[in-house]
C-alpha cells in the first residue's frame, strides 16, 4: 500500500517551525508561527495559569469523558467573554457553545457542520487569509472564494472592495470573517465598518462565520468584541469559532470553542445537536485541561482582574515592537515605508517583503518569515531587533 505515496509538501506555517528548529545558528530568529514570545525570547506560561493548574491538580477527581460539547462552565464562560456580562444573547439563551480542541478544531468541526447540514453553501475567505482556512474547509468538503480586503497600494484595508465583493456572495453561502487582529495582515474594520458589513450579510442572506482567536490582543479584551457586538446587532444567524491559545498562551492544550448564535433558543439548540454529530464523528468529545484552566481563572473574580493584567502585558510588548521596527528600519535608512505596521494590530503584519527576500533571510540569516511576507511581530525583540533590521535592509 505504502510504495507509491508521495511526500507530502511542509506546511507553510507549522513547516517552517520545524526547519527553524533543526537550524543550528545561535542568532537565529522565528517570526512565522503565531507563538508569542517574551522581550528574553521565551514562550511563558501565564501566572494566572500556573494559580488554575494548582487548584485543579488539588481538586480533580475524575479523568472520566467530557460531554460531547465539553464542560458546561467553560462554554458559560466563552460565551461571556464574547458578547460580555448580560448580553441578550446569553439572558436570551439563543447561543449554544461546544468546547473545541483549539480554534483549528472548532473550524473544522464548523465546515463539517456546514458541508453535511448545508450542502452546496460555499465558504468565502478574505484575500489575503490564515494559510490553514483553505486546508480546513477544503478538507471538510467545503469550496473556497475569495472577498477583497486587503489594499496593496496602502497596505490597509480596501473597504469599498471587500463591500463589492460581499454584495457578489450568493444568498445561502458563508463568509469567514477575522473578529479582531486579522491574521495575516493585521488590518481590521472599523466598527461603522463591521455595522455596515452586518447590513450587507442581511440583504444578501450570507451567514456569517467569524474566527476570533485573538481578543485582548488589540485594543484590549473588551473593545475587541465590538466588531463582533455590531454585527450582532445586525445579523441573528451566525457561528464564531474562538481559542484561548493566543490570550492564555494555551497553545499546546487545544483549547477552542465553537460558538452558534441562533434566532432563538430552540433553533440554537437544533443547530447545536446537528454540530454534536460531527464533534462525535470526528474526536468524539474534547480534551479538558485547558477548559479547565479558562473556566478557573475567569470564574474567580481575582484570577480574572491578574490575567486581564497578563493580556495588557502581552498587547503592549508587541505594540512596543511595532514601534521598534519601524523606527529602527529607519535610523538604519531604510527607505522603504513600513509605517503603516504601526497602525495594525495583534501578532501579525504584512511587511511586504517579497517569496525571495523571505527566502534569502532565512538561507543567509537565519531569520524565519511566512512565504507570504506576515511577520509575527510578537517575535520580535529588544535584542533581535539589530541583527532583523540590518538583516532586511540587506535583502531589500
Ligand atoms: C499562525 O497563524 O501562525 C497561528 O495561528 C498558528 C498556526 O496554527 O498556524
Redesign the pocket.
Known amino acids: 500500500m505504502f510504495e507509491n505515496v508521495q511526500i507530502a509538501p511542509p506546511d507553510p506555517?507549522?513547516g517552517l517551525t520545524e526547519l527553524f528548529k533543526a537550524d543550528p545558528n545561535p542568532d537565529k530568529i522565528n517570526l512565522s508561527?503565531?507563538v508569542y514570545q517574551d522581550s528574553n525570547g521565551k514562550t511563558p506560561v501565564l501566572d494566572t495559569v500556573k494559580v488554575a493548574e494548582k487548584k485543579i491538580l488539588e481538586q480533580e477527581n475524575s479523568k472520566s469523558y467530557l460531554p460531547m460539547t465539553g464542560e458546561p462552565a467553560y462554554c458559560a464562560q466563552v460565551q461571556e467573554l464574547l458578547f460580555g456580562e448580560g448580553h441578550e444573547i446569553i439572558t436570551s439563551k439563543r447561543a449554544a457553545t461546544a468546547q473545541c480542541p483549539g480554534g483549528?478544531g472548532a473550524l473544522r468541526v464548523a465546515g463539517d457542520y456546514l458541508n453535511m447540514v448545508h450542502p452546496g453553501a460555499k465558504i468565502w475567505l478574505s484575500n489575503p487569509t490564515?494559510a490553514?482556512h483553505n486546508t480546513i474547509f477544503e478538507a471538510a468538503g467545503l469550496t473556497c472564494e475569495k472577498y477583497d480586503y486587503r489594499d496593496p497600494a496602502t497596505n490597509g484595508l480596501d473597504f469599498d472592495a471587500m463591500c463589492a465583493s460581499i454584495k457578489m456572495i450568493p444568498k445561502g453561502d458563508v463568509i469567514l470573517l477575522h473578529g479582531c487582529c486579522h491574521?495575516p495582515t493585521g488590518i481590521d474594520p472599523t466598527p461603522e465598518q463591521w455595522a455596515t458589513i452586518g447590513d450587507l450579510l442581511v440583504e444578501n442572506g450570507v451567514l456569517p462565520l467569524v474566527d476570533f482567536?485573538y481578543q485582548g490582543l488589540a485594543v484590549g479584551v473588551e473593545e475587541d468584541r465590538a466588531g463582533l457586538l455590531e454585527l450582532t446587532k445586525k445579523v441573528k444567524q451566525m457561528l464564531i469559532c474562538s481559542s484561548f491559545s493566543k490570550n492564555f498562551g494555551l497553545y499546546r492544550e487545544r483549547t477552542g470553542a465553537l460558538t452558534v448564535v441562533g434566532d432563538s433558543v430552540e433553533q440554537a439548540s437544533t443547530v447545536m445537536s446537528q454540530v454534536k454529530l460531527r464533534i462525535r464523528y470526528n474526536y468524539s468529545n474534547p480534551p479538558s485541561h485547558g477548559g479547565q484552566i479558562v473556566a478557573t481563572v475567569l470564574g474567580d473574580k481575582e484570577l480574572r482582574a491578574k490575567w486581564l493584567d497578563e493580556v495588557a502585558d502581552i498587547r503592549n510588548r508587541i505594540n512596543s515592537m511595532r514601534h521598534l521596527f519601524v523606527k529602527t528600519l529607519k535610523d538604519k535608512g531604510v527607505e522603504q515605508d513600513f509605517s503603516s505596521i504601526i497602525e495594525q494590530c495583534g501578532m501579525f503584519s504584512f511587511s511586504g517583503l517579497t517569496k525571495e527576500q523571505v527566502d534569502q533571510l532565512r538561507e543567509k540569516y537565519s531569520i524565519y518569515i511566512v512565504g507570504s511576507g506576515r511577520i509575527n511581530v510578537a517575535g520580535m525583540t529588544p535584542d533581535n531587533m539589530d541583527r532583523l533590521c540590518e538583516a532586511i535592509k540587506s535583502v531589500l
Do not use: E, K
Request: neutral net charge.
Open positions: 506555517i507549522l508561527v503565531g483549528t490564515w490553514n491574521n482567536a
